[in-house]
Protein backbone atom coordinates (compact mmCIF):
# COMPACT_ATOMS: atom_id res chain seq x y z
CA UNK A 1 0.00 0.00 0.00
CA UNK A 2 1.32 3.44 -1.12
CA UNK A 3 1.51 6.09 2.10
CA UNK A 4 0.49 9.22 1.10
CA UNK A 5 1.11 11.91 4.13
CA UNK A 6 -1.15 15.58 3.64
CA UNK A 7 -0.72 18.11 5.96
CA UNK A 8 -3.12 21.64 5.84
CA UNK A 9 -1.23 24.97 7.66
CA UNK A 10 -1.73 25.74 11.03
CA UNK A 11 -3.90 27.95 12.12
CA UNK A 12 -3.02 31.08 13.82
CA UNK A 13 -5.12 30.69 16.62
CA UNK A 14 -6.27 34.33 17.55
CA UNK A 15 -9.64 35.07 16.60
CA UNK A 16 -11.77 32.84 15.42
CA UNK A 17 -11.74 30.69 12.19
CA UNK A 18 -12.93 31.85 8.42
CA UNK A 19 -13.76 30.68 5.28
CA UNK A 20 -10.11 30.83 4.05
CA UNK A 21 -9.33 28.48 7.26
CA UNK A 22 -12.12 26.54 6.44
CA UNK A 23 -11.50 26.12 2.67
CA UNK A 24 -8.36 24.79 3.06
CA UNK A 25 -9.10 22.14 5.37
CA UNK A 26 -11.82 21.03 3.41
CA UNK A 27 -9.72 21.29 0.16
CA UNK A 28 -6.91 18.93 2.39
CA UNK A 29 -9.63 16.55 3.17
CA UNK A 30 -10.98 15.91 -0.12
CA UNK A 31 -7.61 15.52 -1.26
CA UNK A 32 -7.21 13.18 1.47
CA UNK A 33 -10.48 11.61 1.01
CA UNK A 34 -9.85 10.95 -3.17
CA UNK A 35 -6.14 9.35 -1.73
CA UNK A 36 -7.83 6.90 0.57
CA UNK A 37 -10.76 5.86 -1.85
CA UNK A 38 -7.81 5.51 -4.91
CA UNK A 39 -6.32 2.86 -1.75
CA UNK A 40 -3.72 4.90 -0.25
CA UNK A 41 -2.43 4.63 3.41
CA UNK A 42 -3.15 8.20 4.43
CA UNK A 43 -2.00 10.10 7.28
CA UNK A 44 -3.77 13.51 7.53
CA UNK A 45 -2.18 16.37 9.91
CA UNK A 46 -4.00 19.61 10.53
CA UNK A 47 -3.54 21.63 14.08
CA UNK A 48 -2.93 25.15 15.37
CA UNK A 49 -0.22 27.42 15.24
CA UNK A 50 -0.12 28.77 19.48
CA UNK A 51 2.97 30.83 19.93
CA UNK A 52 4.17 34.29 18.98
CA UNK A 53 3.53 38.07 19.46
CA UNK A 54 -0.36 37.78 17.78
CA UNK A 55 -1.50 35.52 20.31
CA UNK A 56 0.55 36.78 23.23
CA UNK A 57 -1.63 40.42 22.30
CA UNK A 58 -4.67 38.76 22.18
CA UNK A 59 -4.79 37.41 25.27
CA UNK A 60 -3.92 39.85 27.44
CA UNK A 61 -6.62 42.07 25.48
CA UNK A 62 -8.71 39.76 27.31
CA UNK A 63 -7.30 40.01 30.59
CA UNK A 64 -6.20 35.97 30.48
CA UNK A 65 -2.87 33.84 30.16
CA UNK A 66 -2.04 32.88 26.88
CA UNK A 67 -2.33 28.74 27.54
CA UNK A 68 -5.80 29.46 28.13
CA UNK A 69 -6.62 31.65 25.78
CA UNK A 70 -5.15 28.88 22.91
CA UNK A 71 -6.71 26.12 24.97
CA UNK A 72 -10.29 27.87 23.95
CA UNK A 73 -9.64 29.33 20.20
CA UNK A 74 -7.87 26.04 19.36
CA UNK A 75 -10.91 23.95 20.64
CA UNK A 76 -12.87 26.10 18.36
CA UNK A 77 -11.10 25.53 15.32
CA UNK A 78 -10.98 21.75 16.50
CA UNK A 79 -14.43 21.78 16.58
CA UNK A 80 -15.32 23.61 13.12
CA UNK A 81 -13.02 21.13 11.61
CA UNK A 82 -15.04 18.64 13.27
CA UNK A 83 -18.21 19.75 11.93
CA UNK A 84 -16.91 20.00 8.59
CA UNK A 85 -16.30 16.45 8.38
CA UNK A 86 -12.61 16.94 8.46
CA UNK A 87 -10.97 13.37 8.29
CA UNK A 88 -7.72 14.34 9.92
CA UNK A 89 -5.77 11.41 11.22
CA UNK A 90 -4.33 14.30 13.74
CA UNK A 91 -4.68 17.52 15.37
CA UNK A 92 -1.30 18.65 16.71
CA UNK A 93 -0.88 21.99 18.68
CA UNK A 94 2.57 23.80 18.66
CA UNK A 95 2.25 23.94 22.71
CA UNK A 96 2.54 20.47 23.04
CA UNK A 97 5.28 18.60 24.60
CA UNK A 98 5.61 16.12 21.71
CA UNK A 99 6.37 19.40 19.10
CA UNK A 100 8.38 21.23 21.47
CA UNK A 101 10.81 18.41 22.20
CA UNK A 102 11.05 17.97 18.21
CA UNK A 103 12.01 22.33 17.76
CA UNK A 104 14.36 22.34 20.44
CA UNK A 105 16.36 19.11 19.43
CA UNK A 106 16.31 20.59 15.64
CA UNK A 107 17.80 24.06 17.60
CA UNK A 108 20.37 22.11 19.18
CA UNK A 109 21.48 20.12 16.04
CA UNK A 110 21.54 22.97 13.83
CA UNK A 111 23.12 25.35 16.85
CA UNK A 112 26.01 22.63 17.53
CA UNK A 113 26.46 22.53 13.34
CA UNK A 114 27.69 25.69 13.28
CA UNK A 115 24.06 27.30 11.40
CA UNK A 116 23.02 29.15 14.19
CA UNK A 117 25.30 31.87 15.35
CA UNK A 118 24.36 35.05 17.28
CA UNK A 119 25.24 38.70 15.91
CA UNK A 120 23.68 42.45 16.77
CA UNK A 121 20.46 42.72 14.77
CA UNK A 122 19.52 46.45 13.68
CA UNK A 123 16.75 47.53 11.45
CA UNK A 124 12.60 47.44 11.69
CA UNK A 125 10.58 45.47 13.44
CA UNK A 126 6.88 44.48 12.51
CA UNK A 127 4.98 43.26 14.88
CA UNK A 128 1.87 42.73 13.01
CA UNK A 129 3.89 40.22 10.59
CA UNK A 130 6.20 39.26 13.63
CA UNK A 131 8.99 39.87 10.43
CA UNK A 132 12.11 42.06 10.52
CA UNK A 133 12.19 44.82 7.77
CA UNK A 134 14.78 46.46 5.77
CA UNK A 135 15.14 49.65 3.80
CA UNK A 136 13.71 48.04 0.97
CA UNK A 137 10.46 47.40 2.27
CA UNK A 138 9.54 50.85 2.32
CA UNK A 139 7.21 52.16 0.11
CA UNK A 140 8.50 54.88 -2.33
CA UNK A 141 7.35 57.65 -0.40
CA UNK A 142 9.35 56.27 2.69
CA UNK A 143 6.38 55.22 4.95
CA UNK A 144 5.98 51.38 6.06
CA UNK A 145 3.02 49.22 3.68
CA UNK A 146 0.11 48.41 5.50
CA UNK A 147 0.49 44.91 6.25
CA UNK A 148 3.29 45.37 8.46
CA UNK A 149 0.90 47.77 11.12
CA UNK A 150 3.15 49.38 13.74
CA UNK A 151 6.95 49.25 12.70
CA UNK A 152 9.30 50.30 15.20
CA UNK A 153 13.20 50.91 15.07
CA UNK A 154 15.30 48.10 17.19
CA UNK A 155 18.68 47.69 18.27
CA UNK A 156 19.20 44.11 19.81
CA UNK A 157 21.19 40.93 19.89
CA UNK A 158 19.32 37.67 18.26
CA UNK A 159 20.60 34.26 16.90
CA UNK A 160 20.42 33.78 13.01
CA UNK A 161 20.10 30.42 10.64
CA UNK A 162 22.50 30.37 7.77
CA UNK A 163 19.93 30.65 5.23
CA UNK A 164 22.12 32.73 2.60
CA UNK A 165 24.79 29.80 2.94
CA UNK A 166 21.88 27.49 0.61
CA UNK A 167 20.56 29.76 -1.50
CA UNK A 168 22.65 27.98 -4.52
CA UNK A 169 21.51 24.61 -2.75
CA UNK A 170 17.58 25.88 -3.22
CA UNK A 171 18.21 27.59 -6.20
CA UNK A 172 19.61 24.25 -7.79
CA UNK A 173 16.69 22.38 -5.95
CA UNK A 174 13.99 23.91 -7.71
CA UNK A 175 15.71 23.65 -10.74
CA UNK A 176 16.11 19.82 -10.85
CA UNK A 177 12.74 19.18 -8.70
CA UNK A 178 10.04 20.75 -11.64
CA UNK A 179 7.13 19.30 -9.72
CA UNK A 180 8.36 20.89 -6.07
CA UNK A 181 5.71 23.47 -6.29
CA UNK A 182 1.89 23.51 -7.71
CA UNK A 183 0.49 25.31 -9.51
CA UNK A 184 3.92 25.31 -11.54
CA UNK A 185 4.01 29.23 -12.18
CA UNK A 186 4.37 29.69 -8.51
CA UNK A 187 7.82 27.55 -8.58
CA UNK A 188 8.89 30.37 -11.04
CA UNK A 189 7.77 33.30 -8.69
CA UNK A 190 9.95 31.52 -6.56
CA UNK A 191 13.07 31.26 -8.75
CA UNK A 192 12.47 34.79 -9.41
CA UNK A 193 12.64 36.01 -5.76
CA UNK A 194 15.68 34.13 -4.95
CA UNK A 195 17.63 36.33 -7.68
CA UNK A 196 18.20 38.68 -4.73
CA UNK A 197 20.59 37.75 -2.09
CA UNK A 198 19.03 36.19 0.67
CA UNK A 199 19.69 37.23 4.56
CA UNK A 200 20.22 34.97 7.26
CA UNK A 201 17.60 34.49 9.25
CA UNK A 202 16.81 35.64 12.80
CA UNK A 203 15.12 32.97 14.50
CA UNK A 204 14.81 34.52 18.34
CA UNK A 205 13.06 37.06 19.98
CA UNK A 206 14.35 38.34 23.62
CA UNK A 207 12.38 37.36 25.82
CA UNK A 208 11.32 40.49 26.85
CA UNK A 209 9.43 41.38 24.16
CA UNK A 210 7.91 38.25 23.78
CA UNK A 211 7.52 35.44 26.29
CA UNK A 212 4.94 33.49 24.41
CA UNK A 213 7.27 30.85 22.28
CA UNK A 214 9.25 27.89 22.41
CA UNK A 215 12.52 28.67 24.90
CA UNK A 216 15.47 28.17 22.77
CA UNK A 217 17.35 24.92 24.34
CA UNK A 218 20.54 26.86 24.33
CA UNK A 219 19.59 30.10 25.64
CA UNK A 220 16.99 30.41 27.90
CA UNK A 221 16.75 34.63 27.68
CA UNK A 222 15.37 33.99 24.22
CA UNK A 223 12.45 32.19 22.44
CA UNK A 224 12.11 30.58 19.06
CA UNK A 225 10.73 32.28 16.46
CA UNK A 226 6.94 31.56 15.29
CA UNK A 227 7.59 30.55 11.78
CA UNK A 228 10.68 28.33 12.72
CA UNK A 229 8.54 26.73 15.58
CA UNK A 230 5.77 26.45 13.45
CA UNK A 231 6.91 25.53 9.86
CA UNK A 232 8.65 21.84 11.80
CA UNK A 233 4.99 20.82 12.86
CA UNK A 234 4.69 19.18 9.87
CA UNK A 235 7.89 16.87 11.01
CA UNK A 236 7.26 16.69 14.57
CA UNK A 237 3.57 15.51 13.95
CA UNK A 238 5.37 12.55 12.46
CA UNK A 239 8.56 12.17 13.78
CA UNK A 240 8.20 8.76 15.43
CA UNK A 241 5.32 7.70 12.56
CA UNK A 242 7.79 6.81 9.61
CA UNK A 243 5.92 9.09 6.78
CA UNK A 244 8.93 11.56 6.49
CA UNK A 245 8.78 13.14 4.19
CA UNK A 246 5.30 14.73 3.52
CA UNK A 247 3.49 13.81 -0.06
CA UNK A 248 2.07 17.50 -0.02
CA UNK A 249 1.88 20.74 2.49
CA UNK A 250 -0.72 22.53 1.35
CA UNK A 251 -0.97 25.91 1.58
CA UNK A 252 -2.47 29.46 0.81
CA UNK A 253 -0.71 31.77 -1.24
CA UNK A 254 0.49 33.96 1.33
CA UNK A 255 2.82 31.71 3.22
CA UNK A 256 4.69 30.31 0.04
CA UNK A 257 7.94 32.66 -0.33
CA UNK A 258 9.84 32.74 2.02
CA UNK A 259 8.46 30.87 4.69
CA UNK A 260 7.20 27.80 2.96
CA UNK A 261 9.49 27.92 -0.54
CA UNK A 262 12.57 29.04 1.27
CA UNK A 263 12.94 28.53 5.25
CA UNK A 264 11.36 25.49 5.30
CA UNK A 265 13.52 23.46 2.61
CA UNK A 266 16.64 25.11 3.57
CA UNK A 267 15.87 24.32 7.64
CA UNK A 268 15.12 20.50 6.42
CA UNK A 269 17.91 19.87 4.60
CA UNK A 270 20.74 21.92 6.94
CA UNK A 271 19.36 19.42 9.62
CA UNK A 272 20.02 16.46 7.00
CA UNK A 273 16.35 15.55 5.80
CA UNK A 274 14.77 15.81 2.45
CA UNK A 275 12.00 18.49 2.24
CA UNK A 276 8.36 17.65 1.14
CA UNK A 277 7.67 16.35 -1.99
CA UNK A 278 5.60 18.90 -3.01
CA UNK A 279 3.69 22.06 -2.15
CA UNK A 280 0.16 22.55 -3.15
CA UNK A 281 -0.80 26.56 -3.00
CA UNK A 282 -4.72 27.64 -2.83
CA UNK A 283 -5.72 31.04 -3.78
CA UNK A 284 -7.79 33.40 -1.50
CA UNK A 285 -11.23 33.48 -1.14
CA UNK A 286 -12.21 37.33 -1.80
CA UNK A 287 -15.15 39.14 -0.83
CA UNK A 288 -15.78 42.26 -3.24
CA UNK A 289 -11.80 41.96 -4.52
CA UNK A 290 -10.38 42.35 -0.93
CA UNK A 291 -8.42 39.82 1.09
CA UNK A 292 -11.04 38.41 3.88
CA UNK A 293 -9.12 37.84 6.92
CA UNK A 294 -9.24 38.50 10.83
CA UNK A 295 -7.35 41.82 10.58
CA UNK A 296 -8.96 43.53 7.79
CA UNK A 297 -12.21 42.37 10.17
CA UNK A 298 -13.98 41.52 6.81
CA UNK A 299 -13.90 37.90 7.40
CA UNK A 300 -16.99 35.74 6.30
CA UNK A 301 -18.16 33.26 9.15
CA UNK A 302 -18.54 29.84 7.62
CA UNK A 303 -20.53 28.33 10.38
CA UNK A 304 -23.10 30.55 8.73
CA UNK A 305 -24.02 29.00 5.79
CA UNK A 306 -23.12 25.71 7.49
CA UNK A 307 -26.42 25.98 10.02
CA UNK A 308 -28.41 27.41 7.14
CA UNK A 309 -27.50 24.31 3.93
CA UNK A 310 -25.78 21.40 5.72
CA UNK A 311 -21.99 20.54 5.61
CA UNK A 312 -22.22 18.96 2.25
CA UNK A 313 -23.76 21.97 0.45
CA UNK A 314 -20.97 23.99 1.64
CA UNK A 315 -17.68 21.49 1.41
CA UNK A 316 -19.54 21.15 -2.55
CA UNK A 317 -19.74 24.89 -2.97
CA UNK A 318 -15.96 25.63 -1.33
CA UNK A 319 -14.60 22.77 -4.01
CA UNK A 320 -17.01 23.21 -6.81
CA UNK A 321 -16.57 26.94 -7.23
CA UNK A 322 -12.46 27.00 -6.68
CA UNK A 323 -10.01 26.37 -9.41
CA UNK A 324 -7.11 25.07 -6.96
CA UNK A 325 -4.41 27.80 -7.07
CA UNK A 326 -6.26 30.53 -8.22
CA UNK A 327 -8.35 33.11 -6.48
CA UNK A 328 -12.30 33.22 -6.43
CA UNK A 329 -15.02 35.82 -5.17
CA UNK A 330 -17.21 34.57 -2.67
CA UNK A 331 -21.14 35.56 -2.91
CA UNK A 332 -23.65 34.48 -1.30
CA UNK A 333 -25.49 34.72 -4.45
CA UNK A 334 -23.43 32.67 -6.40
CA UNK A 335 -23.55 29.96 -3.03
CA UNK A 336 -27.53 30.12 -3.98
CA UNK A 337 -27.23 29.72 -7.56
CA UNK A 338 -25.27 26.59 -7.29
CA UNK A 339 -26.89 25.23 -4.41
CA UNK A 340 -30.65 25.59 -6.59
CA UNK A 341 -29.43 24.54 -9.58
CA UNK A 342 -26.77 22.18 -8.82
CA UNK A 343 -27.23 20.52 -5.62
CA UNK A 344 -31.55 20.76 -5.09
CA UNK A 345 -33.05 20.92 -8.93
CA UNK A 346 -30.38 18.48 -10.37
CA UNK A 347 -28.83 15.94 -7.65
CA UNK A 348 -31.35 16.17 -5.24
CA UNK A 349 -34.05 15.89 -7.79
CA UNK A 350 -32.96 13.03 -9.65
CA UNK A 351 -32.63 11.02 -6.44
CA UNK A 352 -36.00 11.44 -5.36
CA UNK A 353 -37.60 11.09 -8.68
CA UNK A 354 -36.03 7.69 -8.65
CA UNK A 355 -37.22 6.74 -5.27
CA UNK A 356 -40.72 8.30 -6.02
CA UNK A 357 -41.11 6.69 -9.18
CA UNK A 358 -39.51 3.74 -7.77
CA UNK A 359 -42.08 3.36 -4.89
CA UNK A 360 -44.43 4.00 -6.61
CA UNK A 361 -44.35 1.57 -9.87
CA UNK A 362 -42.17 -0.95 -8.37
CA UNK A 363 -43.42 -1.40 -4.82
CA UNK A 364 -40.40 0.25 -3.56
CA UNK A 365 -37.88 -2.89 -5.21
CA UNK A 366 -35.30 -1.54 -7.90
CA UNK A 367 -36.06 -3.82 -10.89
CA UNK A 368 -33.68 -4.91 -13.41
CA UNK A 369 -33.15 -3.08 -16.93
CA UNK A 370 -34.38 -5.52 -19.49
CA UNK A 371 -34.06 -3.24 -22.41
CA UNK A 372 -30.99 -1.30 -24.17
CA UNK A 373 -31.78 0.80 -26.69
CA UNK A 374 -30.18 4.51 -28.05
CA UNK A 375 -31.16 6.44 -25.06
CA UNK A 376 -29.99 3.99 -22.58
CA UNK A 377 -26.90 3.76 -24.41
CA UNK A 378 -26.76 7.86 -24.75
CA UNK A 379 -26.48 7.91 -20.97
CA UNK A 380 -23.85 5.36 -20.66
CA UNK A 381 -21.45 6.55 -22.94
CA UNK A 382 -21.82 9.77 -20.75
CA UNK A 383 -20.98 8.22 -18.28
CA UNK A 384 -18.23 6.31 -19.31
CA UNK A 385 -16.74 9.66 -20.46
CA UNK A 386 -17.14 10.92 -16.98
CA UNK A 387 -15.54 8.33 -15.49
CA UNK A 388 -12.57 7.86 -17.39
CA UNK A 389 -11.96 11.48 -16.30
CA UNK A 390 -12.73 11.34 -12.45
CA UNK A 391 -9.55 10.07 -11.77
CA UNK A 392 -7.37 11.76 -14.01
CA UNK A 393 -8.72 14.65 -13.01
CA UNK A 394 -8.47 14.38 -8.95
CA UNK A 395 -5.00 13.32 -9.41
CA UNK A 396 -4.43 16.61 -10.42
CA UNK A 397 -6.62 18.57 -7.67
CA UNK A 398 -8.73 19.29 -10.78
CA UNK A 399 -12.04 18.45 -8.56
CA UNK A 400 -13.90 21.32 -9.79
CA UNK A 401 -14.09 20.26 -13.10
CA UNK A 402 -14.58 16.40 -12.23
CA UNK A 403 -17.87 17.65 -10.18
CA UNK A 404 -18.84 19.72 -13.15
CA UNK A 405 -19.00 16.70 -15.21
CA UNK A 406 -20.72 15.03 -13.07
CA UNK A 407 -23.35 17.39 -13.28
CA UNK A 408 -23.94 17.12 -16.32
CA UNK A 409 -23.88 13.20 -16.50
CA UNK A 410 -26.93 14.28 -14.01
CA UNK A 411 -28.39 16.90 -16.24
CA UNK A 412 -28.37 14.04 -18.81
CA UNK A 413 -29.80 11.39 -16.83
CA UNK A 414 -32.73 13.86 -16.09
CA UNK A 415 -32.93 14.49 -19.68
CA UNK A 416 -33.63 10.58 -20.31
CA UNK A 417 -36.12 10.20 -17.19
CA UNK A 418 -38.07 13.51 -19.54
CA UNK A 419 -37.90 11.46 -23.18
CA UNK A 420 -38.60 8.14 -21.29
CA UNK A 421 -41.51 9.32 -19.54
CA UNK A 422 -42.11 6.83 -17.00
CA UNK A 423 -45.05 8.18 -15.72
CA UNK A 424 -46.51 7.46 -19.14
CA UNK A 425 -45.33 3.70 -19.18
CA UNK A 426 -46.44 3.40 -15.88
CA UNK A 427 -50.17 3.62 -17.03
CA UNK A 428 -49.99 1.54 -19.90
CA UNK A 429 -50.24 -2.28 -19.30
CA UNK A 430 -48.36 -3.46 -22.57
CA UNK A 431 -45.44 -5.65 -21.85
CA UNK A 432 -43.34 -3.62 -23.96
CA UNK A 433 -43.78 -0.39 -21.91
CA UNK A 434 -44.08 -2.27 -18.67
CA UNK A 435 -40.45 -3.16 -19.71
CA UNK A 436 -39.32 0.24 -20.42
CA UNK A 437 -40.46 1.53 -16.97
CA UNK A 438 -38.41 -1.24 -15.51
CA UNK A 439 -35.21 -0.46 -17.14
CA UNK A 440 -36.09 3.16 -16.62
CA UNK A 441 -36.12 2.89 -13.00
CA UNK A 442 -33.42 0.62 -12.77
CA UNK A 443 -30.95 3.24 -14.99
CA UNK A 444 -31.86 6.07 -13.46
CA UNK A 445 -31.14 4.46 -9.89
CA UNK A 446 -27.58 3.46 -11.07
CA UNK A 447 -26.93 6.34 -12.68
CA UNK A 448 -27.98 8.35 -9.08
CA UNK A 449 -25.54 6.24 -7.26
CA UNK A 450 -22.61 6.27 -9.76
CA UNK A 451 -23.31 10.23 -9.44
CA UNK A 452 -22.89 9.89 -5.71
CA UNK A 453 -19.81 7.30 -6.02
CA UNK A 454 -18.42 10.57 -7.96
CA UNK A 455 -18.88 12.65 -5.24
CA UNK A 456 -17.94 10.62 -2.65
CA UNK A 457 -14.83 12.67 -1.16
CA UNK A 458 -16.36 15.61 -1.41
CA UNK A 459 -20.14 14.95 0.22
CA UNK A 460 -19.40 12.03 2.28
CA UNK A 461 -22.49 12.10 4.28
CA UNK A 462 -24.65 13.09 1.70
CA UNK A 463 -23.75 10.11 -0.49
CA UNK A 464 -23.65 7.93 2.41
CA UNK A 465 -27.56 9.10 2.88
CA UNK A 466 -28.10 8.44 -0.71
CA UNK A 467 -27.09 5.12 -0.40
CA UNK A 468 -29.08 4.20 2.48
CA UNK A 469 -32.21 5.51 0.35
CA UNK A 470 -31.23 2.95 -2.32
CA UNK A 471 -30.83 0.26 0.26
CA UNK A 472 -27.26 0.08 -1.13
CA UNK A 473 -23.87 -0.84 1.01
CA UNK A 474 -21.16 -0.02 -1.13
CA UNK A 475 -17.94 -2.29 -1.49
CA UNK A 476 -14.67 -1.10 -0.70
CA UNK A 477 -13.04 -0.43 -3.69
CA UNK A 478 -14.21 2.87 -5.04
CA UNK A 479 -12.97 2.38 -8.41
CA UNK A 480 -15.10 -0.85 -8.71
CA UNK A 481 -18.11 1.29 -7.38
CA UNK A 482 -17.70 3.48 -10.77
CA UNK A 483 -18.75 0.80 -13.02
CA UNK A 484 -22.03 0.83 -14.75
CA UNK A 485 -23.83 -2.61 -13.32
CA UNK A 486 -26.68 -4.20 -11.61
CA UNK A 487 -25.51 -3.82 -8.04
CA UNK A 488 -28.81 -2.35 -7.31
CA UNK A 489 -31.13 -5.00 -8.63
CA UNK A 490 -33.87 -6.01 -5.80
CA UNK A 491 -32.46 -3.37 -3.40
CA UNK A 492 -35.49 -1.92 -1.00
CA UNK A 493 -35.77 1.92 -1.72
CA UNK A 494 -37.14 4.56 0.85
CA UNK A 495 -39.71 6.38 -0.68
CA UNK A 496 -38.41 10.12 -0.63
CA UNK A 497 -35.51 12.05 1.21
CA UNK A 498 -35.26 15.42 2.17
CA UNK A 499 -31.44 16.10 1.00
CA UNK A 500 -31.00 19.78 0.29
CA UNK A 501 -34.23 21.47 0.92
CA UNK A 502 -35.32 25.04 0.04
CA UNK A 503 -34.37 27.47 1.87
CA UNK A 504 -37.70 28.79 3.72
CA UNK A 505 -36.42 32.62 3.66
CA UNK A 506 -33.73 33.59 0.91
CA UNK A 507 -30.25 33.56 2.89
CA UNK A 508 -29.16 36.55 4.89
CA UNK A 509 -25.94 38.16 3.56
CA UNK A 510 -23.31 36.19 5.24
CA UNK A 511 -22.03 37.90 8.54
CA UNK A 512 -19.11 40.81 8.03
O1 LIG B 1 -0.48 31.77 8.11
N1 LIG B 1 -8.64 32.38 1.47
O2 LIG B 1 -1.97 31.05 9.74
P1 LIG B 1 -3.30 31.79 9.26
C1 LIG B 1 -7.98 31.20 1.43
N2 LIG B 1 -0.05 30.11 11.21
N3 LIG B 1 -7.07 30.83 2.35
C2 LIG B 1 -6.80 31.68 3.34
C3 LIG B 1 -7.45 32.94 3.46
C4 LIG B 1 -8.42 33.26 2.44
N4 LIG B 1 -9.09 34.41 2.44
N5 LIG B 1 -6.96 33.55 4.55
C5 LIG B 1 -6.05 32.71 5.11
C6 LIG B 1 -0.73 31.19 9.16
N6 LIG B 1 -5.94 31.59 4.38
C7 LIG B 1 0.36 30.40 9.88
C8 LIG B 1 0.66 29.15 9.10
S1 LIG B 1 1.98 26.85 8.72
C9 LIG B 1 3.40 26.17 9.34
C10 LIG B 1 1.77 28.31 9.68
C11 LIG B 1 -5.05 30.45 4.62
O3 LIG B 1 -4.29 31.43 10.31
C12 LIG B 1 -3.59 30.87 4.68
O4 LIG B 1 -3.07 31.05 3.39
O5 LIG B 1 -3.04 33.21 8.97
C13 LIG B 1 -2.97 29.71 5.42
O6 LIG B 1 -2.61 28.68 4.53
C14 LIG B 1 -4.09 29.27 6.36
O7 LIG B 1 -5.30 29.89 5.89
C15 LIG B 1 -3.85 29.67 7.81
O8 LIG B 1 -3.66 31.07 7.89
Partial sequence: ???????????????????????????????????????????????ADEHGQKVQASA??????????????????RALYDRLNISYDDFIRTTEPRHKKVVCDVLQKLFDQGEIYQAEYRGFYSTRQEQFLQEKDRLPDGTWPEIFGEVTAIVEQNYFFRLKKYQDWLIDYLKTHEDFIFPKYRQKQVIEFLKEPLNDLCISRPRERLEWGIALPFDSNYVTYVWFDALLNYYSGVVDKGFWPADFNVIGKDILVPPHAVYWPIMLHAFGLPPPKALLVHGFWMQSGAKMSKSTGAAVNPLDLIDQ????????????????????????????????????????????????????????????????????????????????????????????????????????????????????????????????????????????????????????????????????????????????????????????????????????????
Fill in 60 to 77: RKQGIEPQAYVDATAAEF
Fill in 1 to 47: MKSFYITTAIDYVNGSPHLGHAYEKVLTDVIARFRRQMGDQVHFLTG
Fill in 309 to 512: FGVDAFRYFLIREMNVGQDSEFTVEQFMVRYNSELANNLGNLVNRALNMTTKFAGGVLPAAEVIEELELELLAVWTKTRDELVPLGETFQFHTALERTMTFLTATNSYIDKRAPWKLGKSTEPKDQALLRTTLATIAEASRLAVTAMLHVTPASTQKIYEAFGYTPGTEWQAELEWGTKLNGAKVSPALVLFPRPEKPAAPAKA
